[in-house]
T-cell receptor, first 114, second 113 residues
Framework: DVKVTQSSRYLVKRTGEKVFLECVQDMDHENMFWYRQDPGLGLRLIYFSYDVKMKEKGDIPEGYSVSREKKERFSLILESASTNQTSMYLC?????????????FGPGTRLTVT | DQQVKQNSPSLSVQEGRISILNCDYTNSMFDYFLWYKKYPAEGPTFLISISSIKDKNEDGRFTVFLNKSAKHLSLHIVPSQPGDSAVYFCAASRDNYGQNFVFGPGTRLSVLP
């Protein structure tokens, strides 16, 4: 079974803090993704990575950066947290194959910025 | 501007009946679609997918229909079970590599016993 784990289920941070969200997958997947989920908006893509040290911006990259130093790990960084970044953050991974576009998701991190 | 729309935020269905969840998209270049199911406090899990070269795909109780001319797809669950109660997301691939997806806002399905 594919397992995607996220470092925290719940996180509370103060405005202006630097926040690190970690994601690890154990299936040697090439592609990894960060989304945020907000009510009425569904999942919105922040960044994705198709290989180590490679990254692409998604729909809402402003205020975020990412790091992928190892294949299994994809980190989302909030350089200076703001209250509008309070959200559920979901990490996903996927193997590069034309047979399936299925992504495997972690359980999510609910981040509250006060 | 939402490229993938799920116009029903919620749906209630009696156990044993059919559930029909709808999804509309705006870009005719989207060529692969997926449905995910999400329970509270868990990440979404993949349910079923369909390529634009098909108009139907079945997997057990779940069937997805695609109408390309209307840019519409629907997920049918027959028969519905209480364990199907969850939020369902429709997603479309924006590239040919499965690296860039856009999701709809979700529909909360409640299956009543």
């Amino acid at each position: 079974d594919v397992k995607v784990t996220q470092s925290s289920r719940y996180l509370v941070k103060r405005t202006g803090e630097k926040v690190f969200l970690e994601c690890v997958q154990d299936m040697d997947h090439e592609n990894m993704f960060w989304y945020r989920q907000d009510p009425g908006l569904g999942l919105r893509l922040i960044y994705f990575s198709y290989d180590v040290k490679m990254k692409e911006k998604g729909d809402i990259p402003e205020g975020y950066s990412v790091s992928r130093e190892k294949k299994e790990r994809f980190s989302l960084i909030l350089e200076s947290a703001s209250t509008n970044q309070t959200s559920m953050y979901l990490c996903a991974s996927r193997q590069t194959t034309v047979l399936s576009y299925e992504q495997y998701f972690g359980p999510g991190t609910r981040l509250t910025v006060t | 501007d939402q490229q993938v729309k799920q116009n029903s935020p919620s749906l209630s269905v009696q156990e044993g009946r059919i559930s029909i969840l709808n999804c509309d998209y705006t870009n005719s270049m989207f060529d692969y679609f997926l449905w995910y199911k999400k329970y509270p406090a868990e990440g979404p899990t993949f349910l079923i997918s369909i390529s634009s070269i098909k108009d139907k795909n079945e997997d057990g109780r779940f069937t997805v229909f695609l109408n390309k001319s209307a840019k519409h797809l629907s997920l049918h669950i027959v028969p519905s079970q209480p364990g199907d109660s969850a939020v369902y997301f429709c997603a479309a691939s924006r590239d040919n590599y499965g690296q860039n997806f856009v999701f709809g806002p979700g529909t909360r399905l409640s299956v009543l016993p």
